[in-house]
Structure formats: structure tokens, C-alpha cells
């Protein structure tokens, strides 16, 4: 730092350390399991080199695991990526898609095309998980009463409207007796069932709602300040609110429609990377990206080898580690601020 | 120049701005004084561009709704950062309409490290804002307007969460920004203390101007204490300096000397 100027707030190399990450987790995630690849192996096949992998190996790697690497990786990225959005939006170091509502609605929604429709929904769920997610953070802040309602209203509002979401999608469940295998599988999780269809889908949109948001990343740091100071700076508040909630809760609903119910990694992985980096800036958001999705990969890693052969749903994993991690974070904050 | 000339600014059915003519010459201080509900913070608002208006509001001659380059800072009431925000983070975004959002110019940052030492928070710019008291915050939101390198700021009570000590320092400050030409508007509940430093007192109630002029005059002006229901009495100090507080008539207390 020269003696006259203040230190950077940002810097490139921490993202660039954040996809290194990414990387290291994606190798780790397809070469071990049952059975364990070689990483030389697995990169000269990946790369299209002579003395890859071959026969059930190749397969292995490039049928089974890679596309379950990929989508764990998109699906931690956009809830990592979604939770640091929604806590900017609304001020509050606590809220997370789950809480506003959000994935219940998209649960409801996804279950509502299940239930309904025939033949090949996949490309239908999104679409109605994120009217759904739509839907129901809407009615949060209906019941919560405005925008900027107090954390707690809000958190309660959210809790409650998640509720009735969650009891309206048992109610289906429990009338579509032929729905519940197709429901329970999508609720536990189906990374393990991935394949590059899925992939195709939930990385269209899941790209796309990432690409707005890091697009805005930097203007989003405006709702960091109050209305005026944003309005003073150029900035108008209400229409980045919205293009945010919107691209976030798309991220949100593809991810739970892909992948079930996967709690935690909306809040543990903005706070850790905002707390390693001692930074609040939304320009931090590719990298939240990044460690999402390293995250959820190594945790998928978990969910497959802890009881090998049997599978742990990968919720189990990132709660096991979230929920510890978080109260860690929380008492940390609280003895910085006393 | 500000020229303000018929504002009115209606919120559902209700007129909260009615009828506002002023005139603010450049680098002077006016400080709007009235109560809660009198449409001080809503002038400001209106100024940013924030609220649909009737009338106009030109700067230098042009309407500040039109005129995207006007560089108005804004100081709020009360800081809505996030609590791990540190003060440089917040501070370097005040640079953001003059460099670009997520911009960060080794011109910028000489700016944000000569505004934090004007404000006597250098050594503190790691810090994050949930650490900082009542004085210091208020010196980071200043800090923050500060670096916008405004033409015109604006200022919402000030001074409203502070003791006296660093209700002086805080207005000293602003004080020494009007002196580099910057207009500064701010909004005040302390009229004592406004007197002291704006030269311009604004006495706004239920949406209207009630009393417009030159400090001293205004606190002199008979009207002063019917624009308060006269619930307020004035009192002058030895050196004539007024003091307004407020009346408690079963005491009969007047205007006089303390």
C-alpha cells in the first residue's frame, strides 16, 4: 500500500484463488469413489489426450461422475451465489433462499408439474419451480408487509409461508400415490441420478441467472447504502432489487428442481468467503460462485464415500458441516462486535 | 444556484409538499428546520430525484430530474451498512458515479485516504463499521459524501445520534466543506444550533415554508414562535447569541436574558 492511498478493496487474485479451488474439487470429485481414477488419467481424457482412461473407466468418469460433478458444482454455485444476493438485497446477514420461502415454493411448484404432467417433465420443472419460488417470496413480503420489514417479521413471514408451501406439496403428494417415488427421489436429492440431460437443462438456466447477477455485482453493492446515497449515486435501488430477487430466485428454483432440498451452503459459503476476505462487497460474488460449487462437490464427495456403498443425502453432509460452521460464524461476529 | 419555484409532492392523496418556492445560492449553508412530519427529509428526497414533483427544481438553471450529471451527495439520518462493511469499503463507494461501480482508480484511493484523514478516521479504514460509535459513524458517512466531490450536499439531521462534543466537531466539519463551495442543505431539530452555523434558516411545517431568511433574523422574527404553536421561547446570551428552547408556559418564561 503506498503511504498515501487506501488498500484495494478487491482483488482479482482472491478470485482467481477461488477457482483454483473449484478446480482441485472437481479433480477430487470425479476421481475418487468406489472406485478410485487416476488424476493423470482423468486429465488427459478430459483434454482428449493419448493413454486416457478407457473401456468402464471412461465411461465411469465421463457418464457418471462428471455430469454429477457438474451439476453439484452449478447447483453449489447458484445457491452460494443466491444467498449472497438475497442477504445484500434485504440487509440481512440471514437471509437465505430457504428462509424467504423460496425453495418451498419451488418445491411446490416442481411438484405440482410432477403430479400433473406425464412423460418428460425435466424441461417443464424449472419453469414451474421458479414460479413457484416466485410466488412464494412474493407472499413472504405480502405477509411481512413491506420490502424493508425488520429481520425478524421477515424471517417469520418466510418461515410460515415455507410451511404452507410444504404442507400443500404433502397434500399433493399424499393424492398422487403414483407421484410419491418421483417427488421423494427429487426431494432427497437428485445428483444421484444426474445425467447430461439434467446438466443441459439446470446449467440453462442456472448460467443465466449467474451471468445477470455477476453482471450486476458491482451496481448491487448500491443496496448497501440507503435509498438516497444509492439515488445520489446514480443508482436506482428499486430496479436492481428487482433484477436481482429475479435472476436469484431463478438460480434458487433450478437448483432445487435439479437437486432436492440442499440447505445451508446459502449462508455458510457468502459468510466464509466474505469472512475470509474481511470484505462485504458484492464483487466478491464470482468468487462466492466458485467456492459454492467447490463446496457442494467436495460434500457430494462425502455423501458418496462416508458409508460407501451406501449414499448419504447430500443434505445430511453440508448441514453437518453448515450448521456448526454457522454458529461458529455467528459467535465469532458476536464477540468482533462486543 | 438552486431554484426552487412551486414544488409540491403528493403521497397517495396527501399533499406532504405544498406550493415550496426558495431560492439557495451556491456554497451557502441553509438548514430546514420543523417537526417530525413537516416535509424537511421529503425536500430532500425530492431534490435527489427520488420523488415525483410537481414545479421545478433547477440547479444553475437546469431541472435536477433532467440533469443526470448534478452531483448531490446525500448524508442519511441513520447508516443502513452491513455490519461487516469496513469503513474503506464503504467510503470507496462514494466514488462510484464519478469512476464507475467497482472501479477503483489509484486516484480514487488517494481521495478516499485524504477524505478518511479530514475526517480523523485514518488508521481506522480496516475497521469494520459495526465497531465504530455514534461520532465516528457519522464521520464515515460524511467521509463517504466527501469523496463523491459533490456540487451540492445534502444532509439529514446530522447531528440527530451525537453529544454535543461531536455535534461541534461534526458541524465544524461541514463548516469547512461549505468553504470549499460546496452548497450544503441540511435538516436540523435543533434550531440553536443551526443558527450557529447555517445562514440560512427554512422553517417548514405541515408541508409548507413558514419562514425564510438570514439566520439571525429569523430566530429575532416574532413569527418564530407561532410557527411553534408557540411552545418554544427564545432567550439571548450575554454575547446577544440567541438560545431557543423549548416553553413550558405554566413557568411563564419569555424572551429575556440567561
Known sequence: MKKNQIDRVWRWQITASAAVALLIACLLGVGFGPVNLNFGSIIKTLLGLPNGLENEDRTLLLELRLPRVVLGALVGAALATSGAVYQSVFRNPLADPYLLGAASGAGLGATIAITNGGGDLHALLPIFAFLGGVLAVAATFLVAGRLFADPSTLLLAGIAVGSFATAFQTYLQQRNSAALRPVYSWILGELTVANWDVVKWAGFYILIALFVLIRISKVLDALMLSDEEAYSLGVSPQKIRLIAVAAATLATATAVSASGLIGFVGIVVPHLVRGLTKRATNRSLLSIAFVGAAFLVIADLGARTLLSPAELPIGVITAFVGAPFFLFVLRARNRGSQ | ?258
Request: glycine share 8%; proline share 4%.
Open chain 2, 1 to 258: 444556484m438552486i431554484n426552487i419555484e412551486n414544488l409540491s409532492v403528493r403521497f397517495d392523496n396527501a399533499e406532504v409538499l405544498q406550493s415550496i418556492n426558495l431560492d439557495i445560492p451556491e456554497g451557502t449553508w441553509s438548514c430546514l428546520v420543523g417537526p417530525n412530519g413537516a416535509g424537511k427529509t421529503t425536500l430532500l428526497r425530492t431534490m435527489l430525484g427520488m420523488q415525483p414533483y410537481s414545479g421545478s427544481i433547477k440547479y444553475n438553471g437546469r431541472e435536477i430530474a433532467k440533469n443526470k450529471s448534478l452531483n448531490i451527495a446525500f448524508v442519511p439520518q441513520r447508516p443502513s451498512i452491513p455490519a461487516a462493511m469496513s469503513v474503506a469499503e464503504y467510503v470507496m463507494l462514494g466514488r462510484a458515479k464519478l469512476d464507475g461501480w467497482g472501479k477503483e482508480s489509484a486516484h480514487s484511493r488517494n481521495i478516499v485516504h485524504e477524505m478518511l484523514e479530514a475526517t480523523q478516521l485514518l488508521g481506522m479504514q480496516s475497521q469494520s463499521v459495526n465497531t465504530l460509535s455514534g461520532g465516528e459513524m457519522q464521520r464515515v458517512l460524511i467521509a463517504r459524501a466527501l469523496v463523491q466531490e459533490p456540487e451540492v450536499m445534502l444532509l439529514d439531521e446530522p447531528t440527530s445520534a451525537l453529544d454535543l462534543h461531536h455535534q461541534i466537531a461534526v458541524l465544524n466539519k461541514v463548516e469547512e466543506i461549505k468553504a470549499t463551495g460546496v452548497t450544503i442543505i441540511s435538516t436540523m431539530h435543533d434550531i440553536t444550533l443551526g443558527a450557529m452555523y447555517a445562514e440560512r434558516i427554512i422553517i417548514m411545517q405541515s408541508g409548507r415554508v413558514l419562514l425564510d431568511g438570514e439566520s439571525q433574523s429569523v430566530i429575532h422574527s416574532p413569527e418564530l414562535r407561532s410557527a411553534f404553536d408557540d411552545r418554544i421561547s427564545v432567550h439571548l446570551l450575554e454575547n446577544g447569541r440567541p438560545v431557543i428552547i423549548a416553553a413550558k408556559r405554566a413557568a411563564g418564561l419569555d424572551q429575556g436574558v440567561i
